[in-house]
């Protein structure tokens, strides 16, 4: 049974085009709600967005959709992901859902979906909700006495404030420090600020004035440019940037220099392994990580495990093996001991922690080991087209042959983007000048095979 609908994380797309439309929303809450009725309780899910203009056409289609299969809703407007994932746990809702497209523009949104444990769904249970979409759901609706309500939860911003901040040490506080926090005009606007500040930061606000198509708009996690400014504008001591729905991270030191989520793991893992924290003996990264990581891992005894592209992938690994520690180079860190998935604030306050203890600049703290020199591109390509610029004879020769120039000395990495039409190439290895060739060469391979076949029309 496979997937068509969902990809790497939910059901995404293009607002009011399918399959980002409130028809399939409909159908997608009705399938969900059938997936997870069970027992004579009163069913109960969770539904959160991030302030996209086209959560307002989503959220009461998907209201519909649970109430006219008998589960009560409960919105609790614009909050983060993780928080999401918080709440289905701490109400004991059967059903947790969130209204976003993460790093997308505006234009864009998407649903994702956590079961009753607070965790993303996997790709079974996902594939058997899209068949049961495509069947009718009339001898299953609701009879008219056992249609479910909808009520809007008003302390549920309170109730992540507080989790996230018993996770940061009780012996310490932000006192001292200057915090500009870009929110990316996003889930996190209200709330993370505010955590910041009542740890006794001093807190310089970005992105925190959304209206319906700033998000992600020159700001959050993917457009750092803004916060590392005002991070040396305001002398502050670092900066974070959260993305749309506050899921991930990245940083930037006094200098303004950026950090990723390598550095950051890096950080978190080491520190928590000094501290006796640390299970699993390592830590979980996806397949984009640098080597230089894993390298410096090594050194201290630890492991890094990969796994596909994809927070859940990570999720999925840590639980499996148990290890407390995980994350994406792009800055998704799930810090299992707290959350269920990434929390991007959750570990801004551990690399506080860390930053606060040491009691010399973020510079010196995050630059935990010296990445070997990597490349990414991105590839656009027309999807309706049907071409498939990964199965052509040339893309292959140019992996290939890339490959072999960088051989023991580095790696290539090739994948189709799972939410969005794109090929993203990456290497990495020793010799910078040697990674640049390898990528732009697979890069034109690929440019040159999705174009063939508007060229062979003309």
């Known amino acids: 049974m496979g997937r068509k609908l969902f990809g790497t994380d939910g059901i995404r797309g ?3 085009t399918e399959p980002m439309t409130a028809e399939t929303a409909l159908k997608a809450a009705m399938a969900a709600a059938l997936q997870f009725r069970r027992g004579s309780h009163r069913h109960v899910v969770v539904i959160a967005k991030d302030t996209r203009l086209s959560g307002y056409m989503l959220e009461p289609a998907l209201a519909a959709g649970f109430t006219s299969m008998g589960m009560d809703v409960v919105m609790v407007g614009p ?11 701490s109400m004991r809702a059967d059903l ?22 607070g965790y993303k769904l996997s790709d079974e249970i996902e594939a058997e909700i899209e068949a049961r979409m495509a069947q009718p759901f009339g001898p299953d609706l609701a009879a008219p006495g056992a249609l479910g309500r909808a009520q809007r939860m008003e302390d549920a911003s309170g109730r992540y404030i507080e989790v996230v901040k018993s996770s940061f040490p009780r012996d310490l506080r932000l006192d001292g420090l200057k915090v500009v926090v870009d929110c990316a005009n996003g ?24 209206n319906g198509t700033n998000i992600n708009a020159q700001c959050g996690a993917t457009h ?47 520190s928590w392994a000094e501290d006796g924290r640390l299970r699993g003996g390592g830590v979980v990264a996806t397949v984009m990580s640098n080597m230089g990581m894993e390298l410096h891992l090594r050194g201290k005894g630890l492991t890094l495990e990969r796994t596909p592209v994809g927070d ?25 001991d707290f959350a269920t998935t990434g929390d991007g604030l959750l570990a801004a306050l551990q690399v506080l922690a860390c930053v606060k203890r040491a009691g010399r600049p973020a510079s010196e703290v995050l630059k935990v080991f010296t990445p070997l020199p990597q490349l990414l591109k991105n590839v656009r390509y027309d999807a309706s087209s049907g071409v498939k610029p990964l199965d052509a004879a ?6 290939k042959a890339g490959e072999g120039k960088l051989a023991e000395r580095g790696r290539v ?46």
Not at 187 to 202: D, F, I, S, W
Not at 237 to 264: F, K, P, V
Not at 416 to 424: A, D, H, V, W, Y
Not at 438 to 446: G, Q, T
């Open 14 to 16: 293009t607002a009011n």
């Open 79 to 89: 909050m983060p992901t993780p928080a999401v994932a918080m709440l289905t746990r």
């Open 96 to 117: 947790g859902v969130m209204i976003s497209a993460s790093h997308n523009p505006y234009q864009d949104n998407g649903i994702k979906l956590f079961g009753p444990d």
């Open 187 to 210: 889930a996190a606007y209200k709330v993370a600020p505010r955590v910041l500040y009542e740890l006794g930061a001093e807190v310089v606000p970005l992105a925190v004035a959304p």
């Open 224 to 270: 750092t440019e803004a916060m590392r400014a005002a991070v040396v504008a305001h002398g502050a001591h670092i900066g974070i940037a959260l993305d749309g729905d506050a899921d991930r991270l990245i940083l930037a030191d006094e200098t303004g220099t950026q950090i990723d989520g390598d550095q950051i793991m890096a950080l978190i893992g080491a």
């Open 312 to 336: 859940r992938y990570v999720v999925e690994r840590m639980r499996q093996q148990g290890f407390n520690v995980g994350g994406e180079q792009s800055g998704h860190v799930v810090l299992s």
């Open 394 to 399: 040339p893309v292959q020769a140019a992996i």
């Open 413 to 458: 990495l090739i994948r189709k983007s799972g939410t969005e039409p794109l090929i993203r190439v990456m290497a990495e290895g020793e010799d910078e000048a040697l990674v640049r060739t390898v990528v732009d060469d697979i890069c034109a391979a690929v440019e040159a095979a999705a174009k063939a076949p508007a060229q062979a029309a003309e």
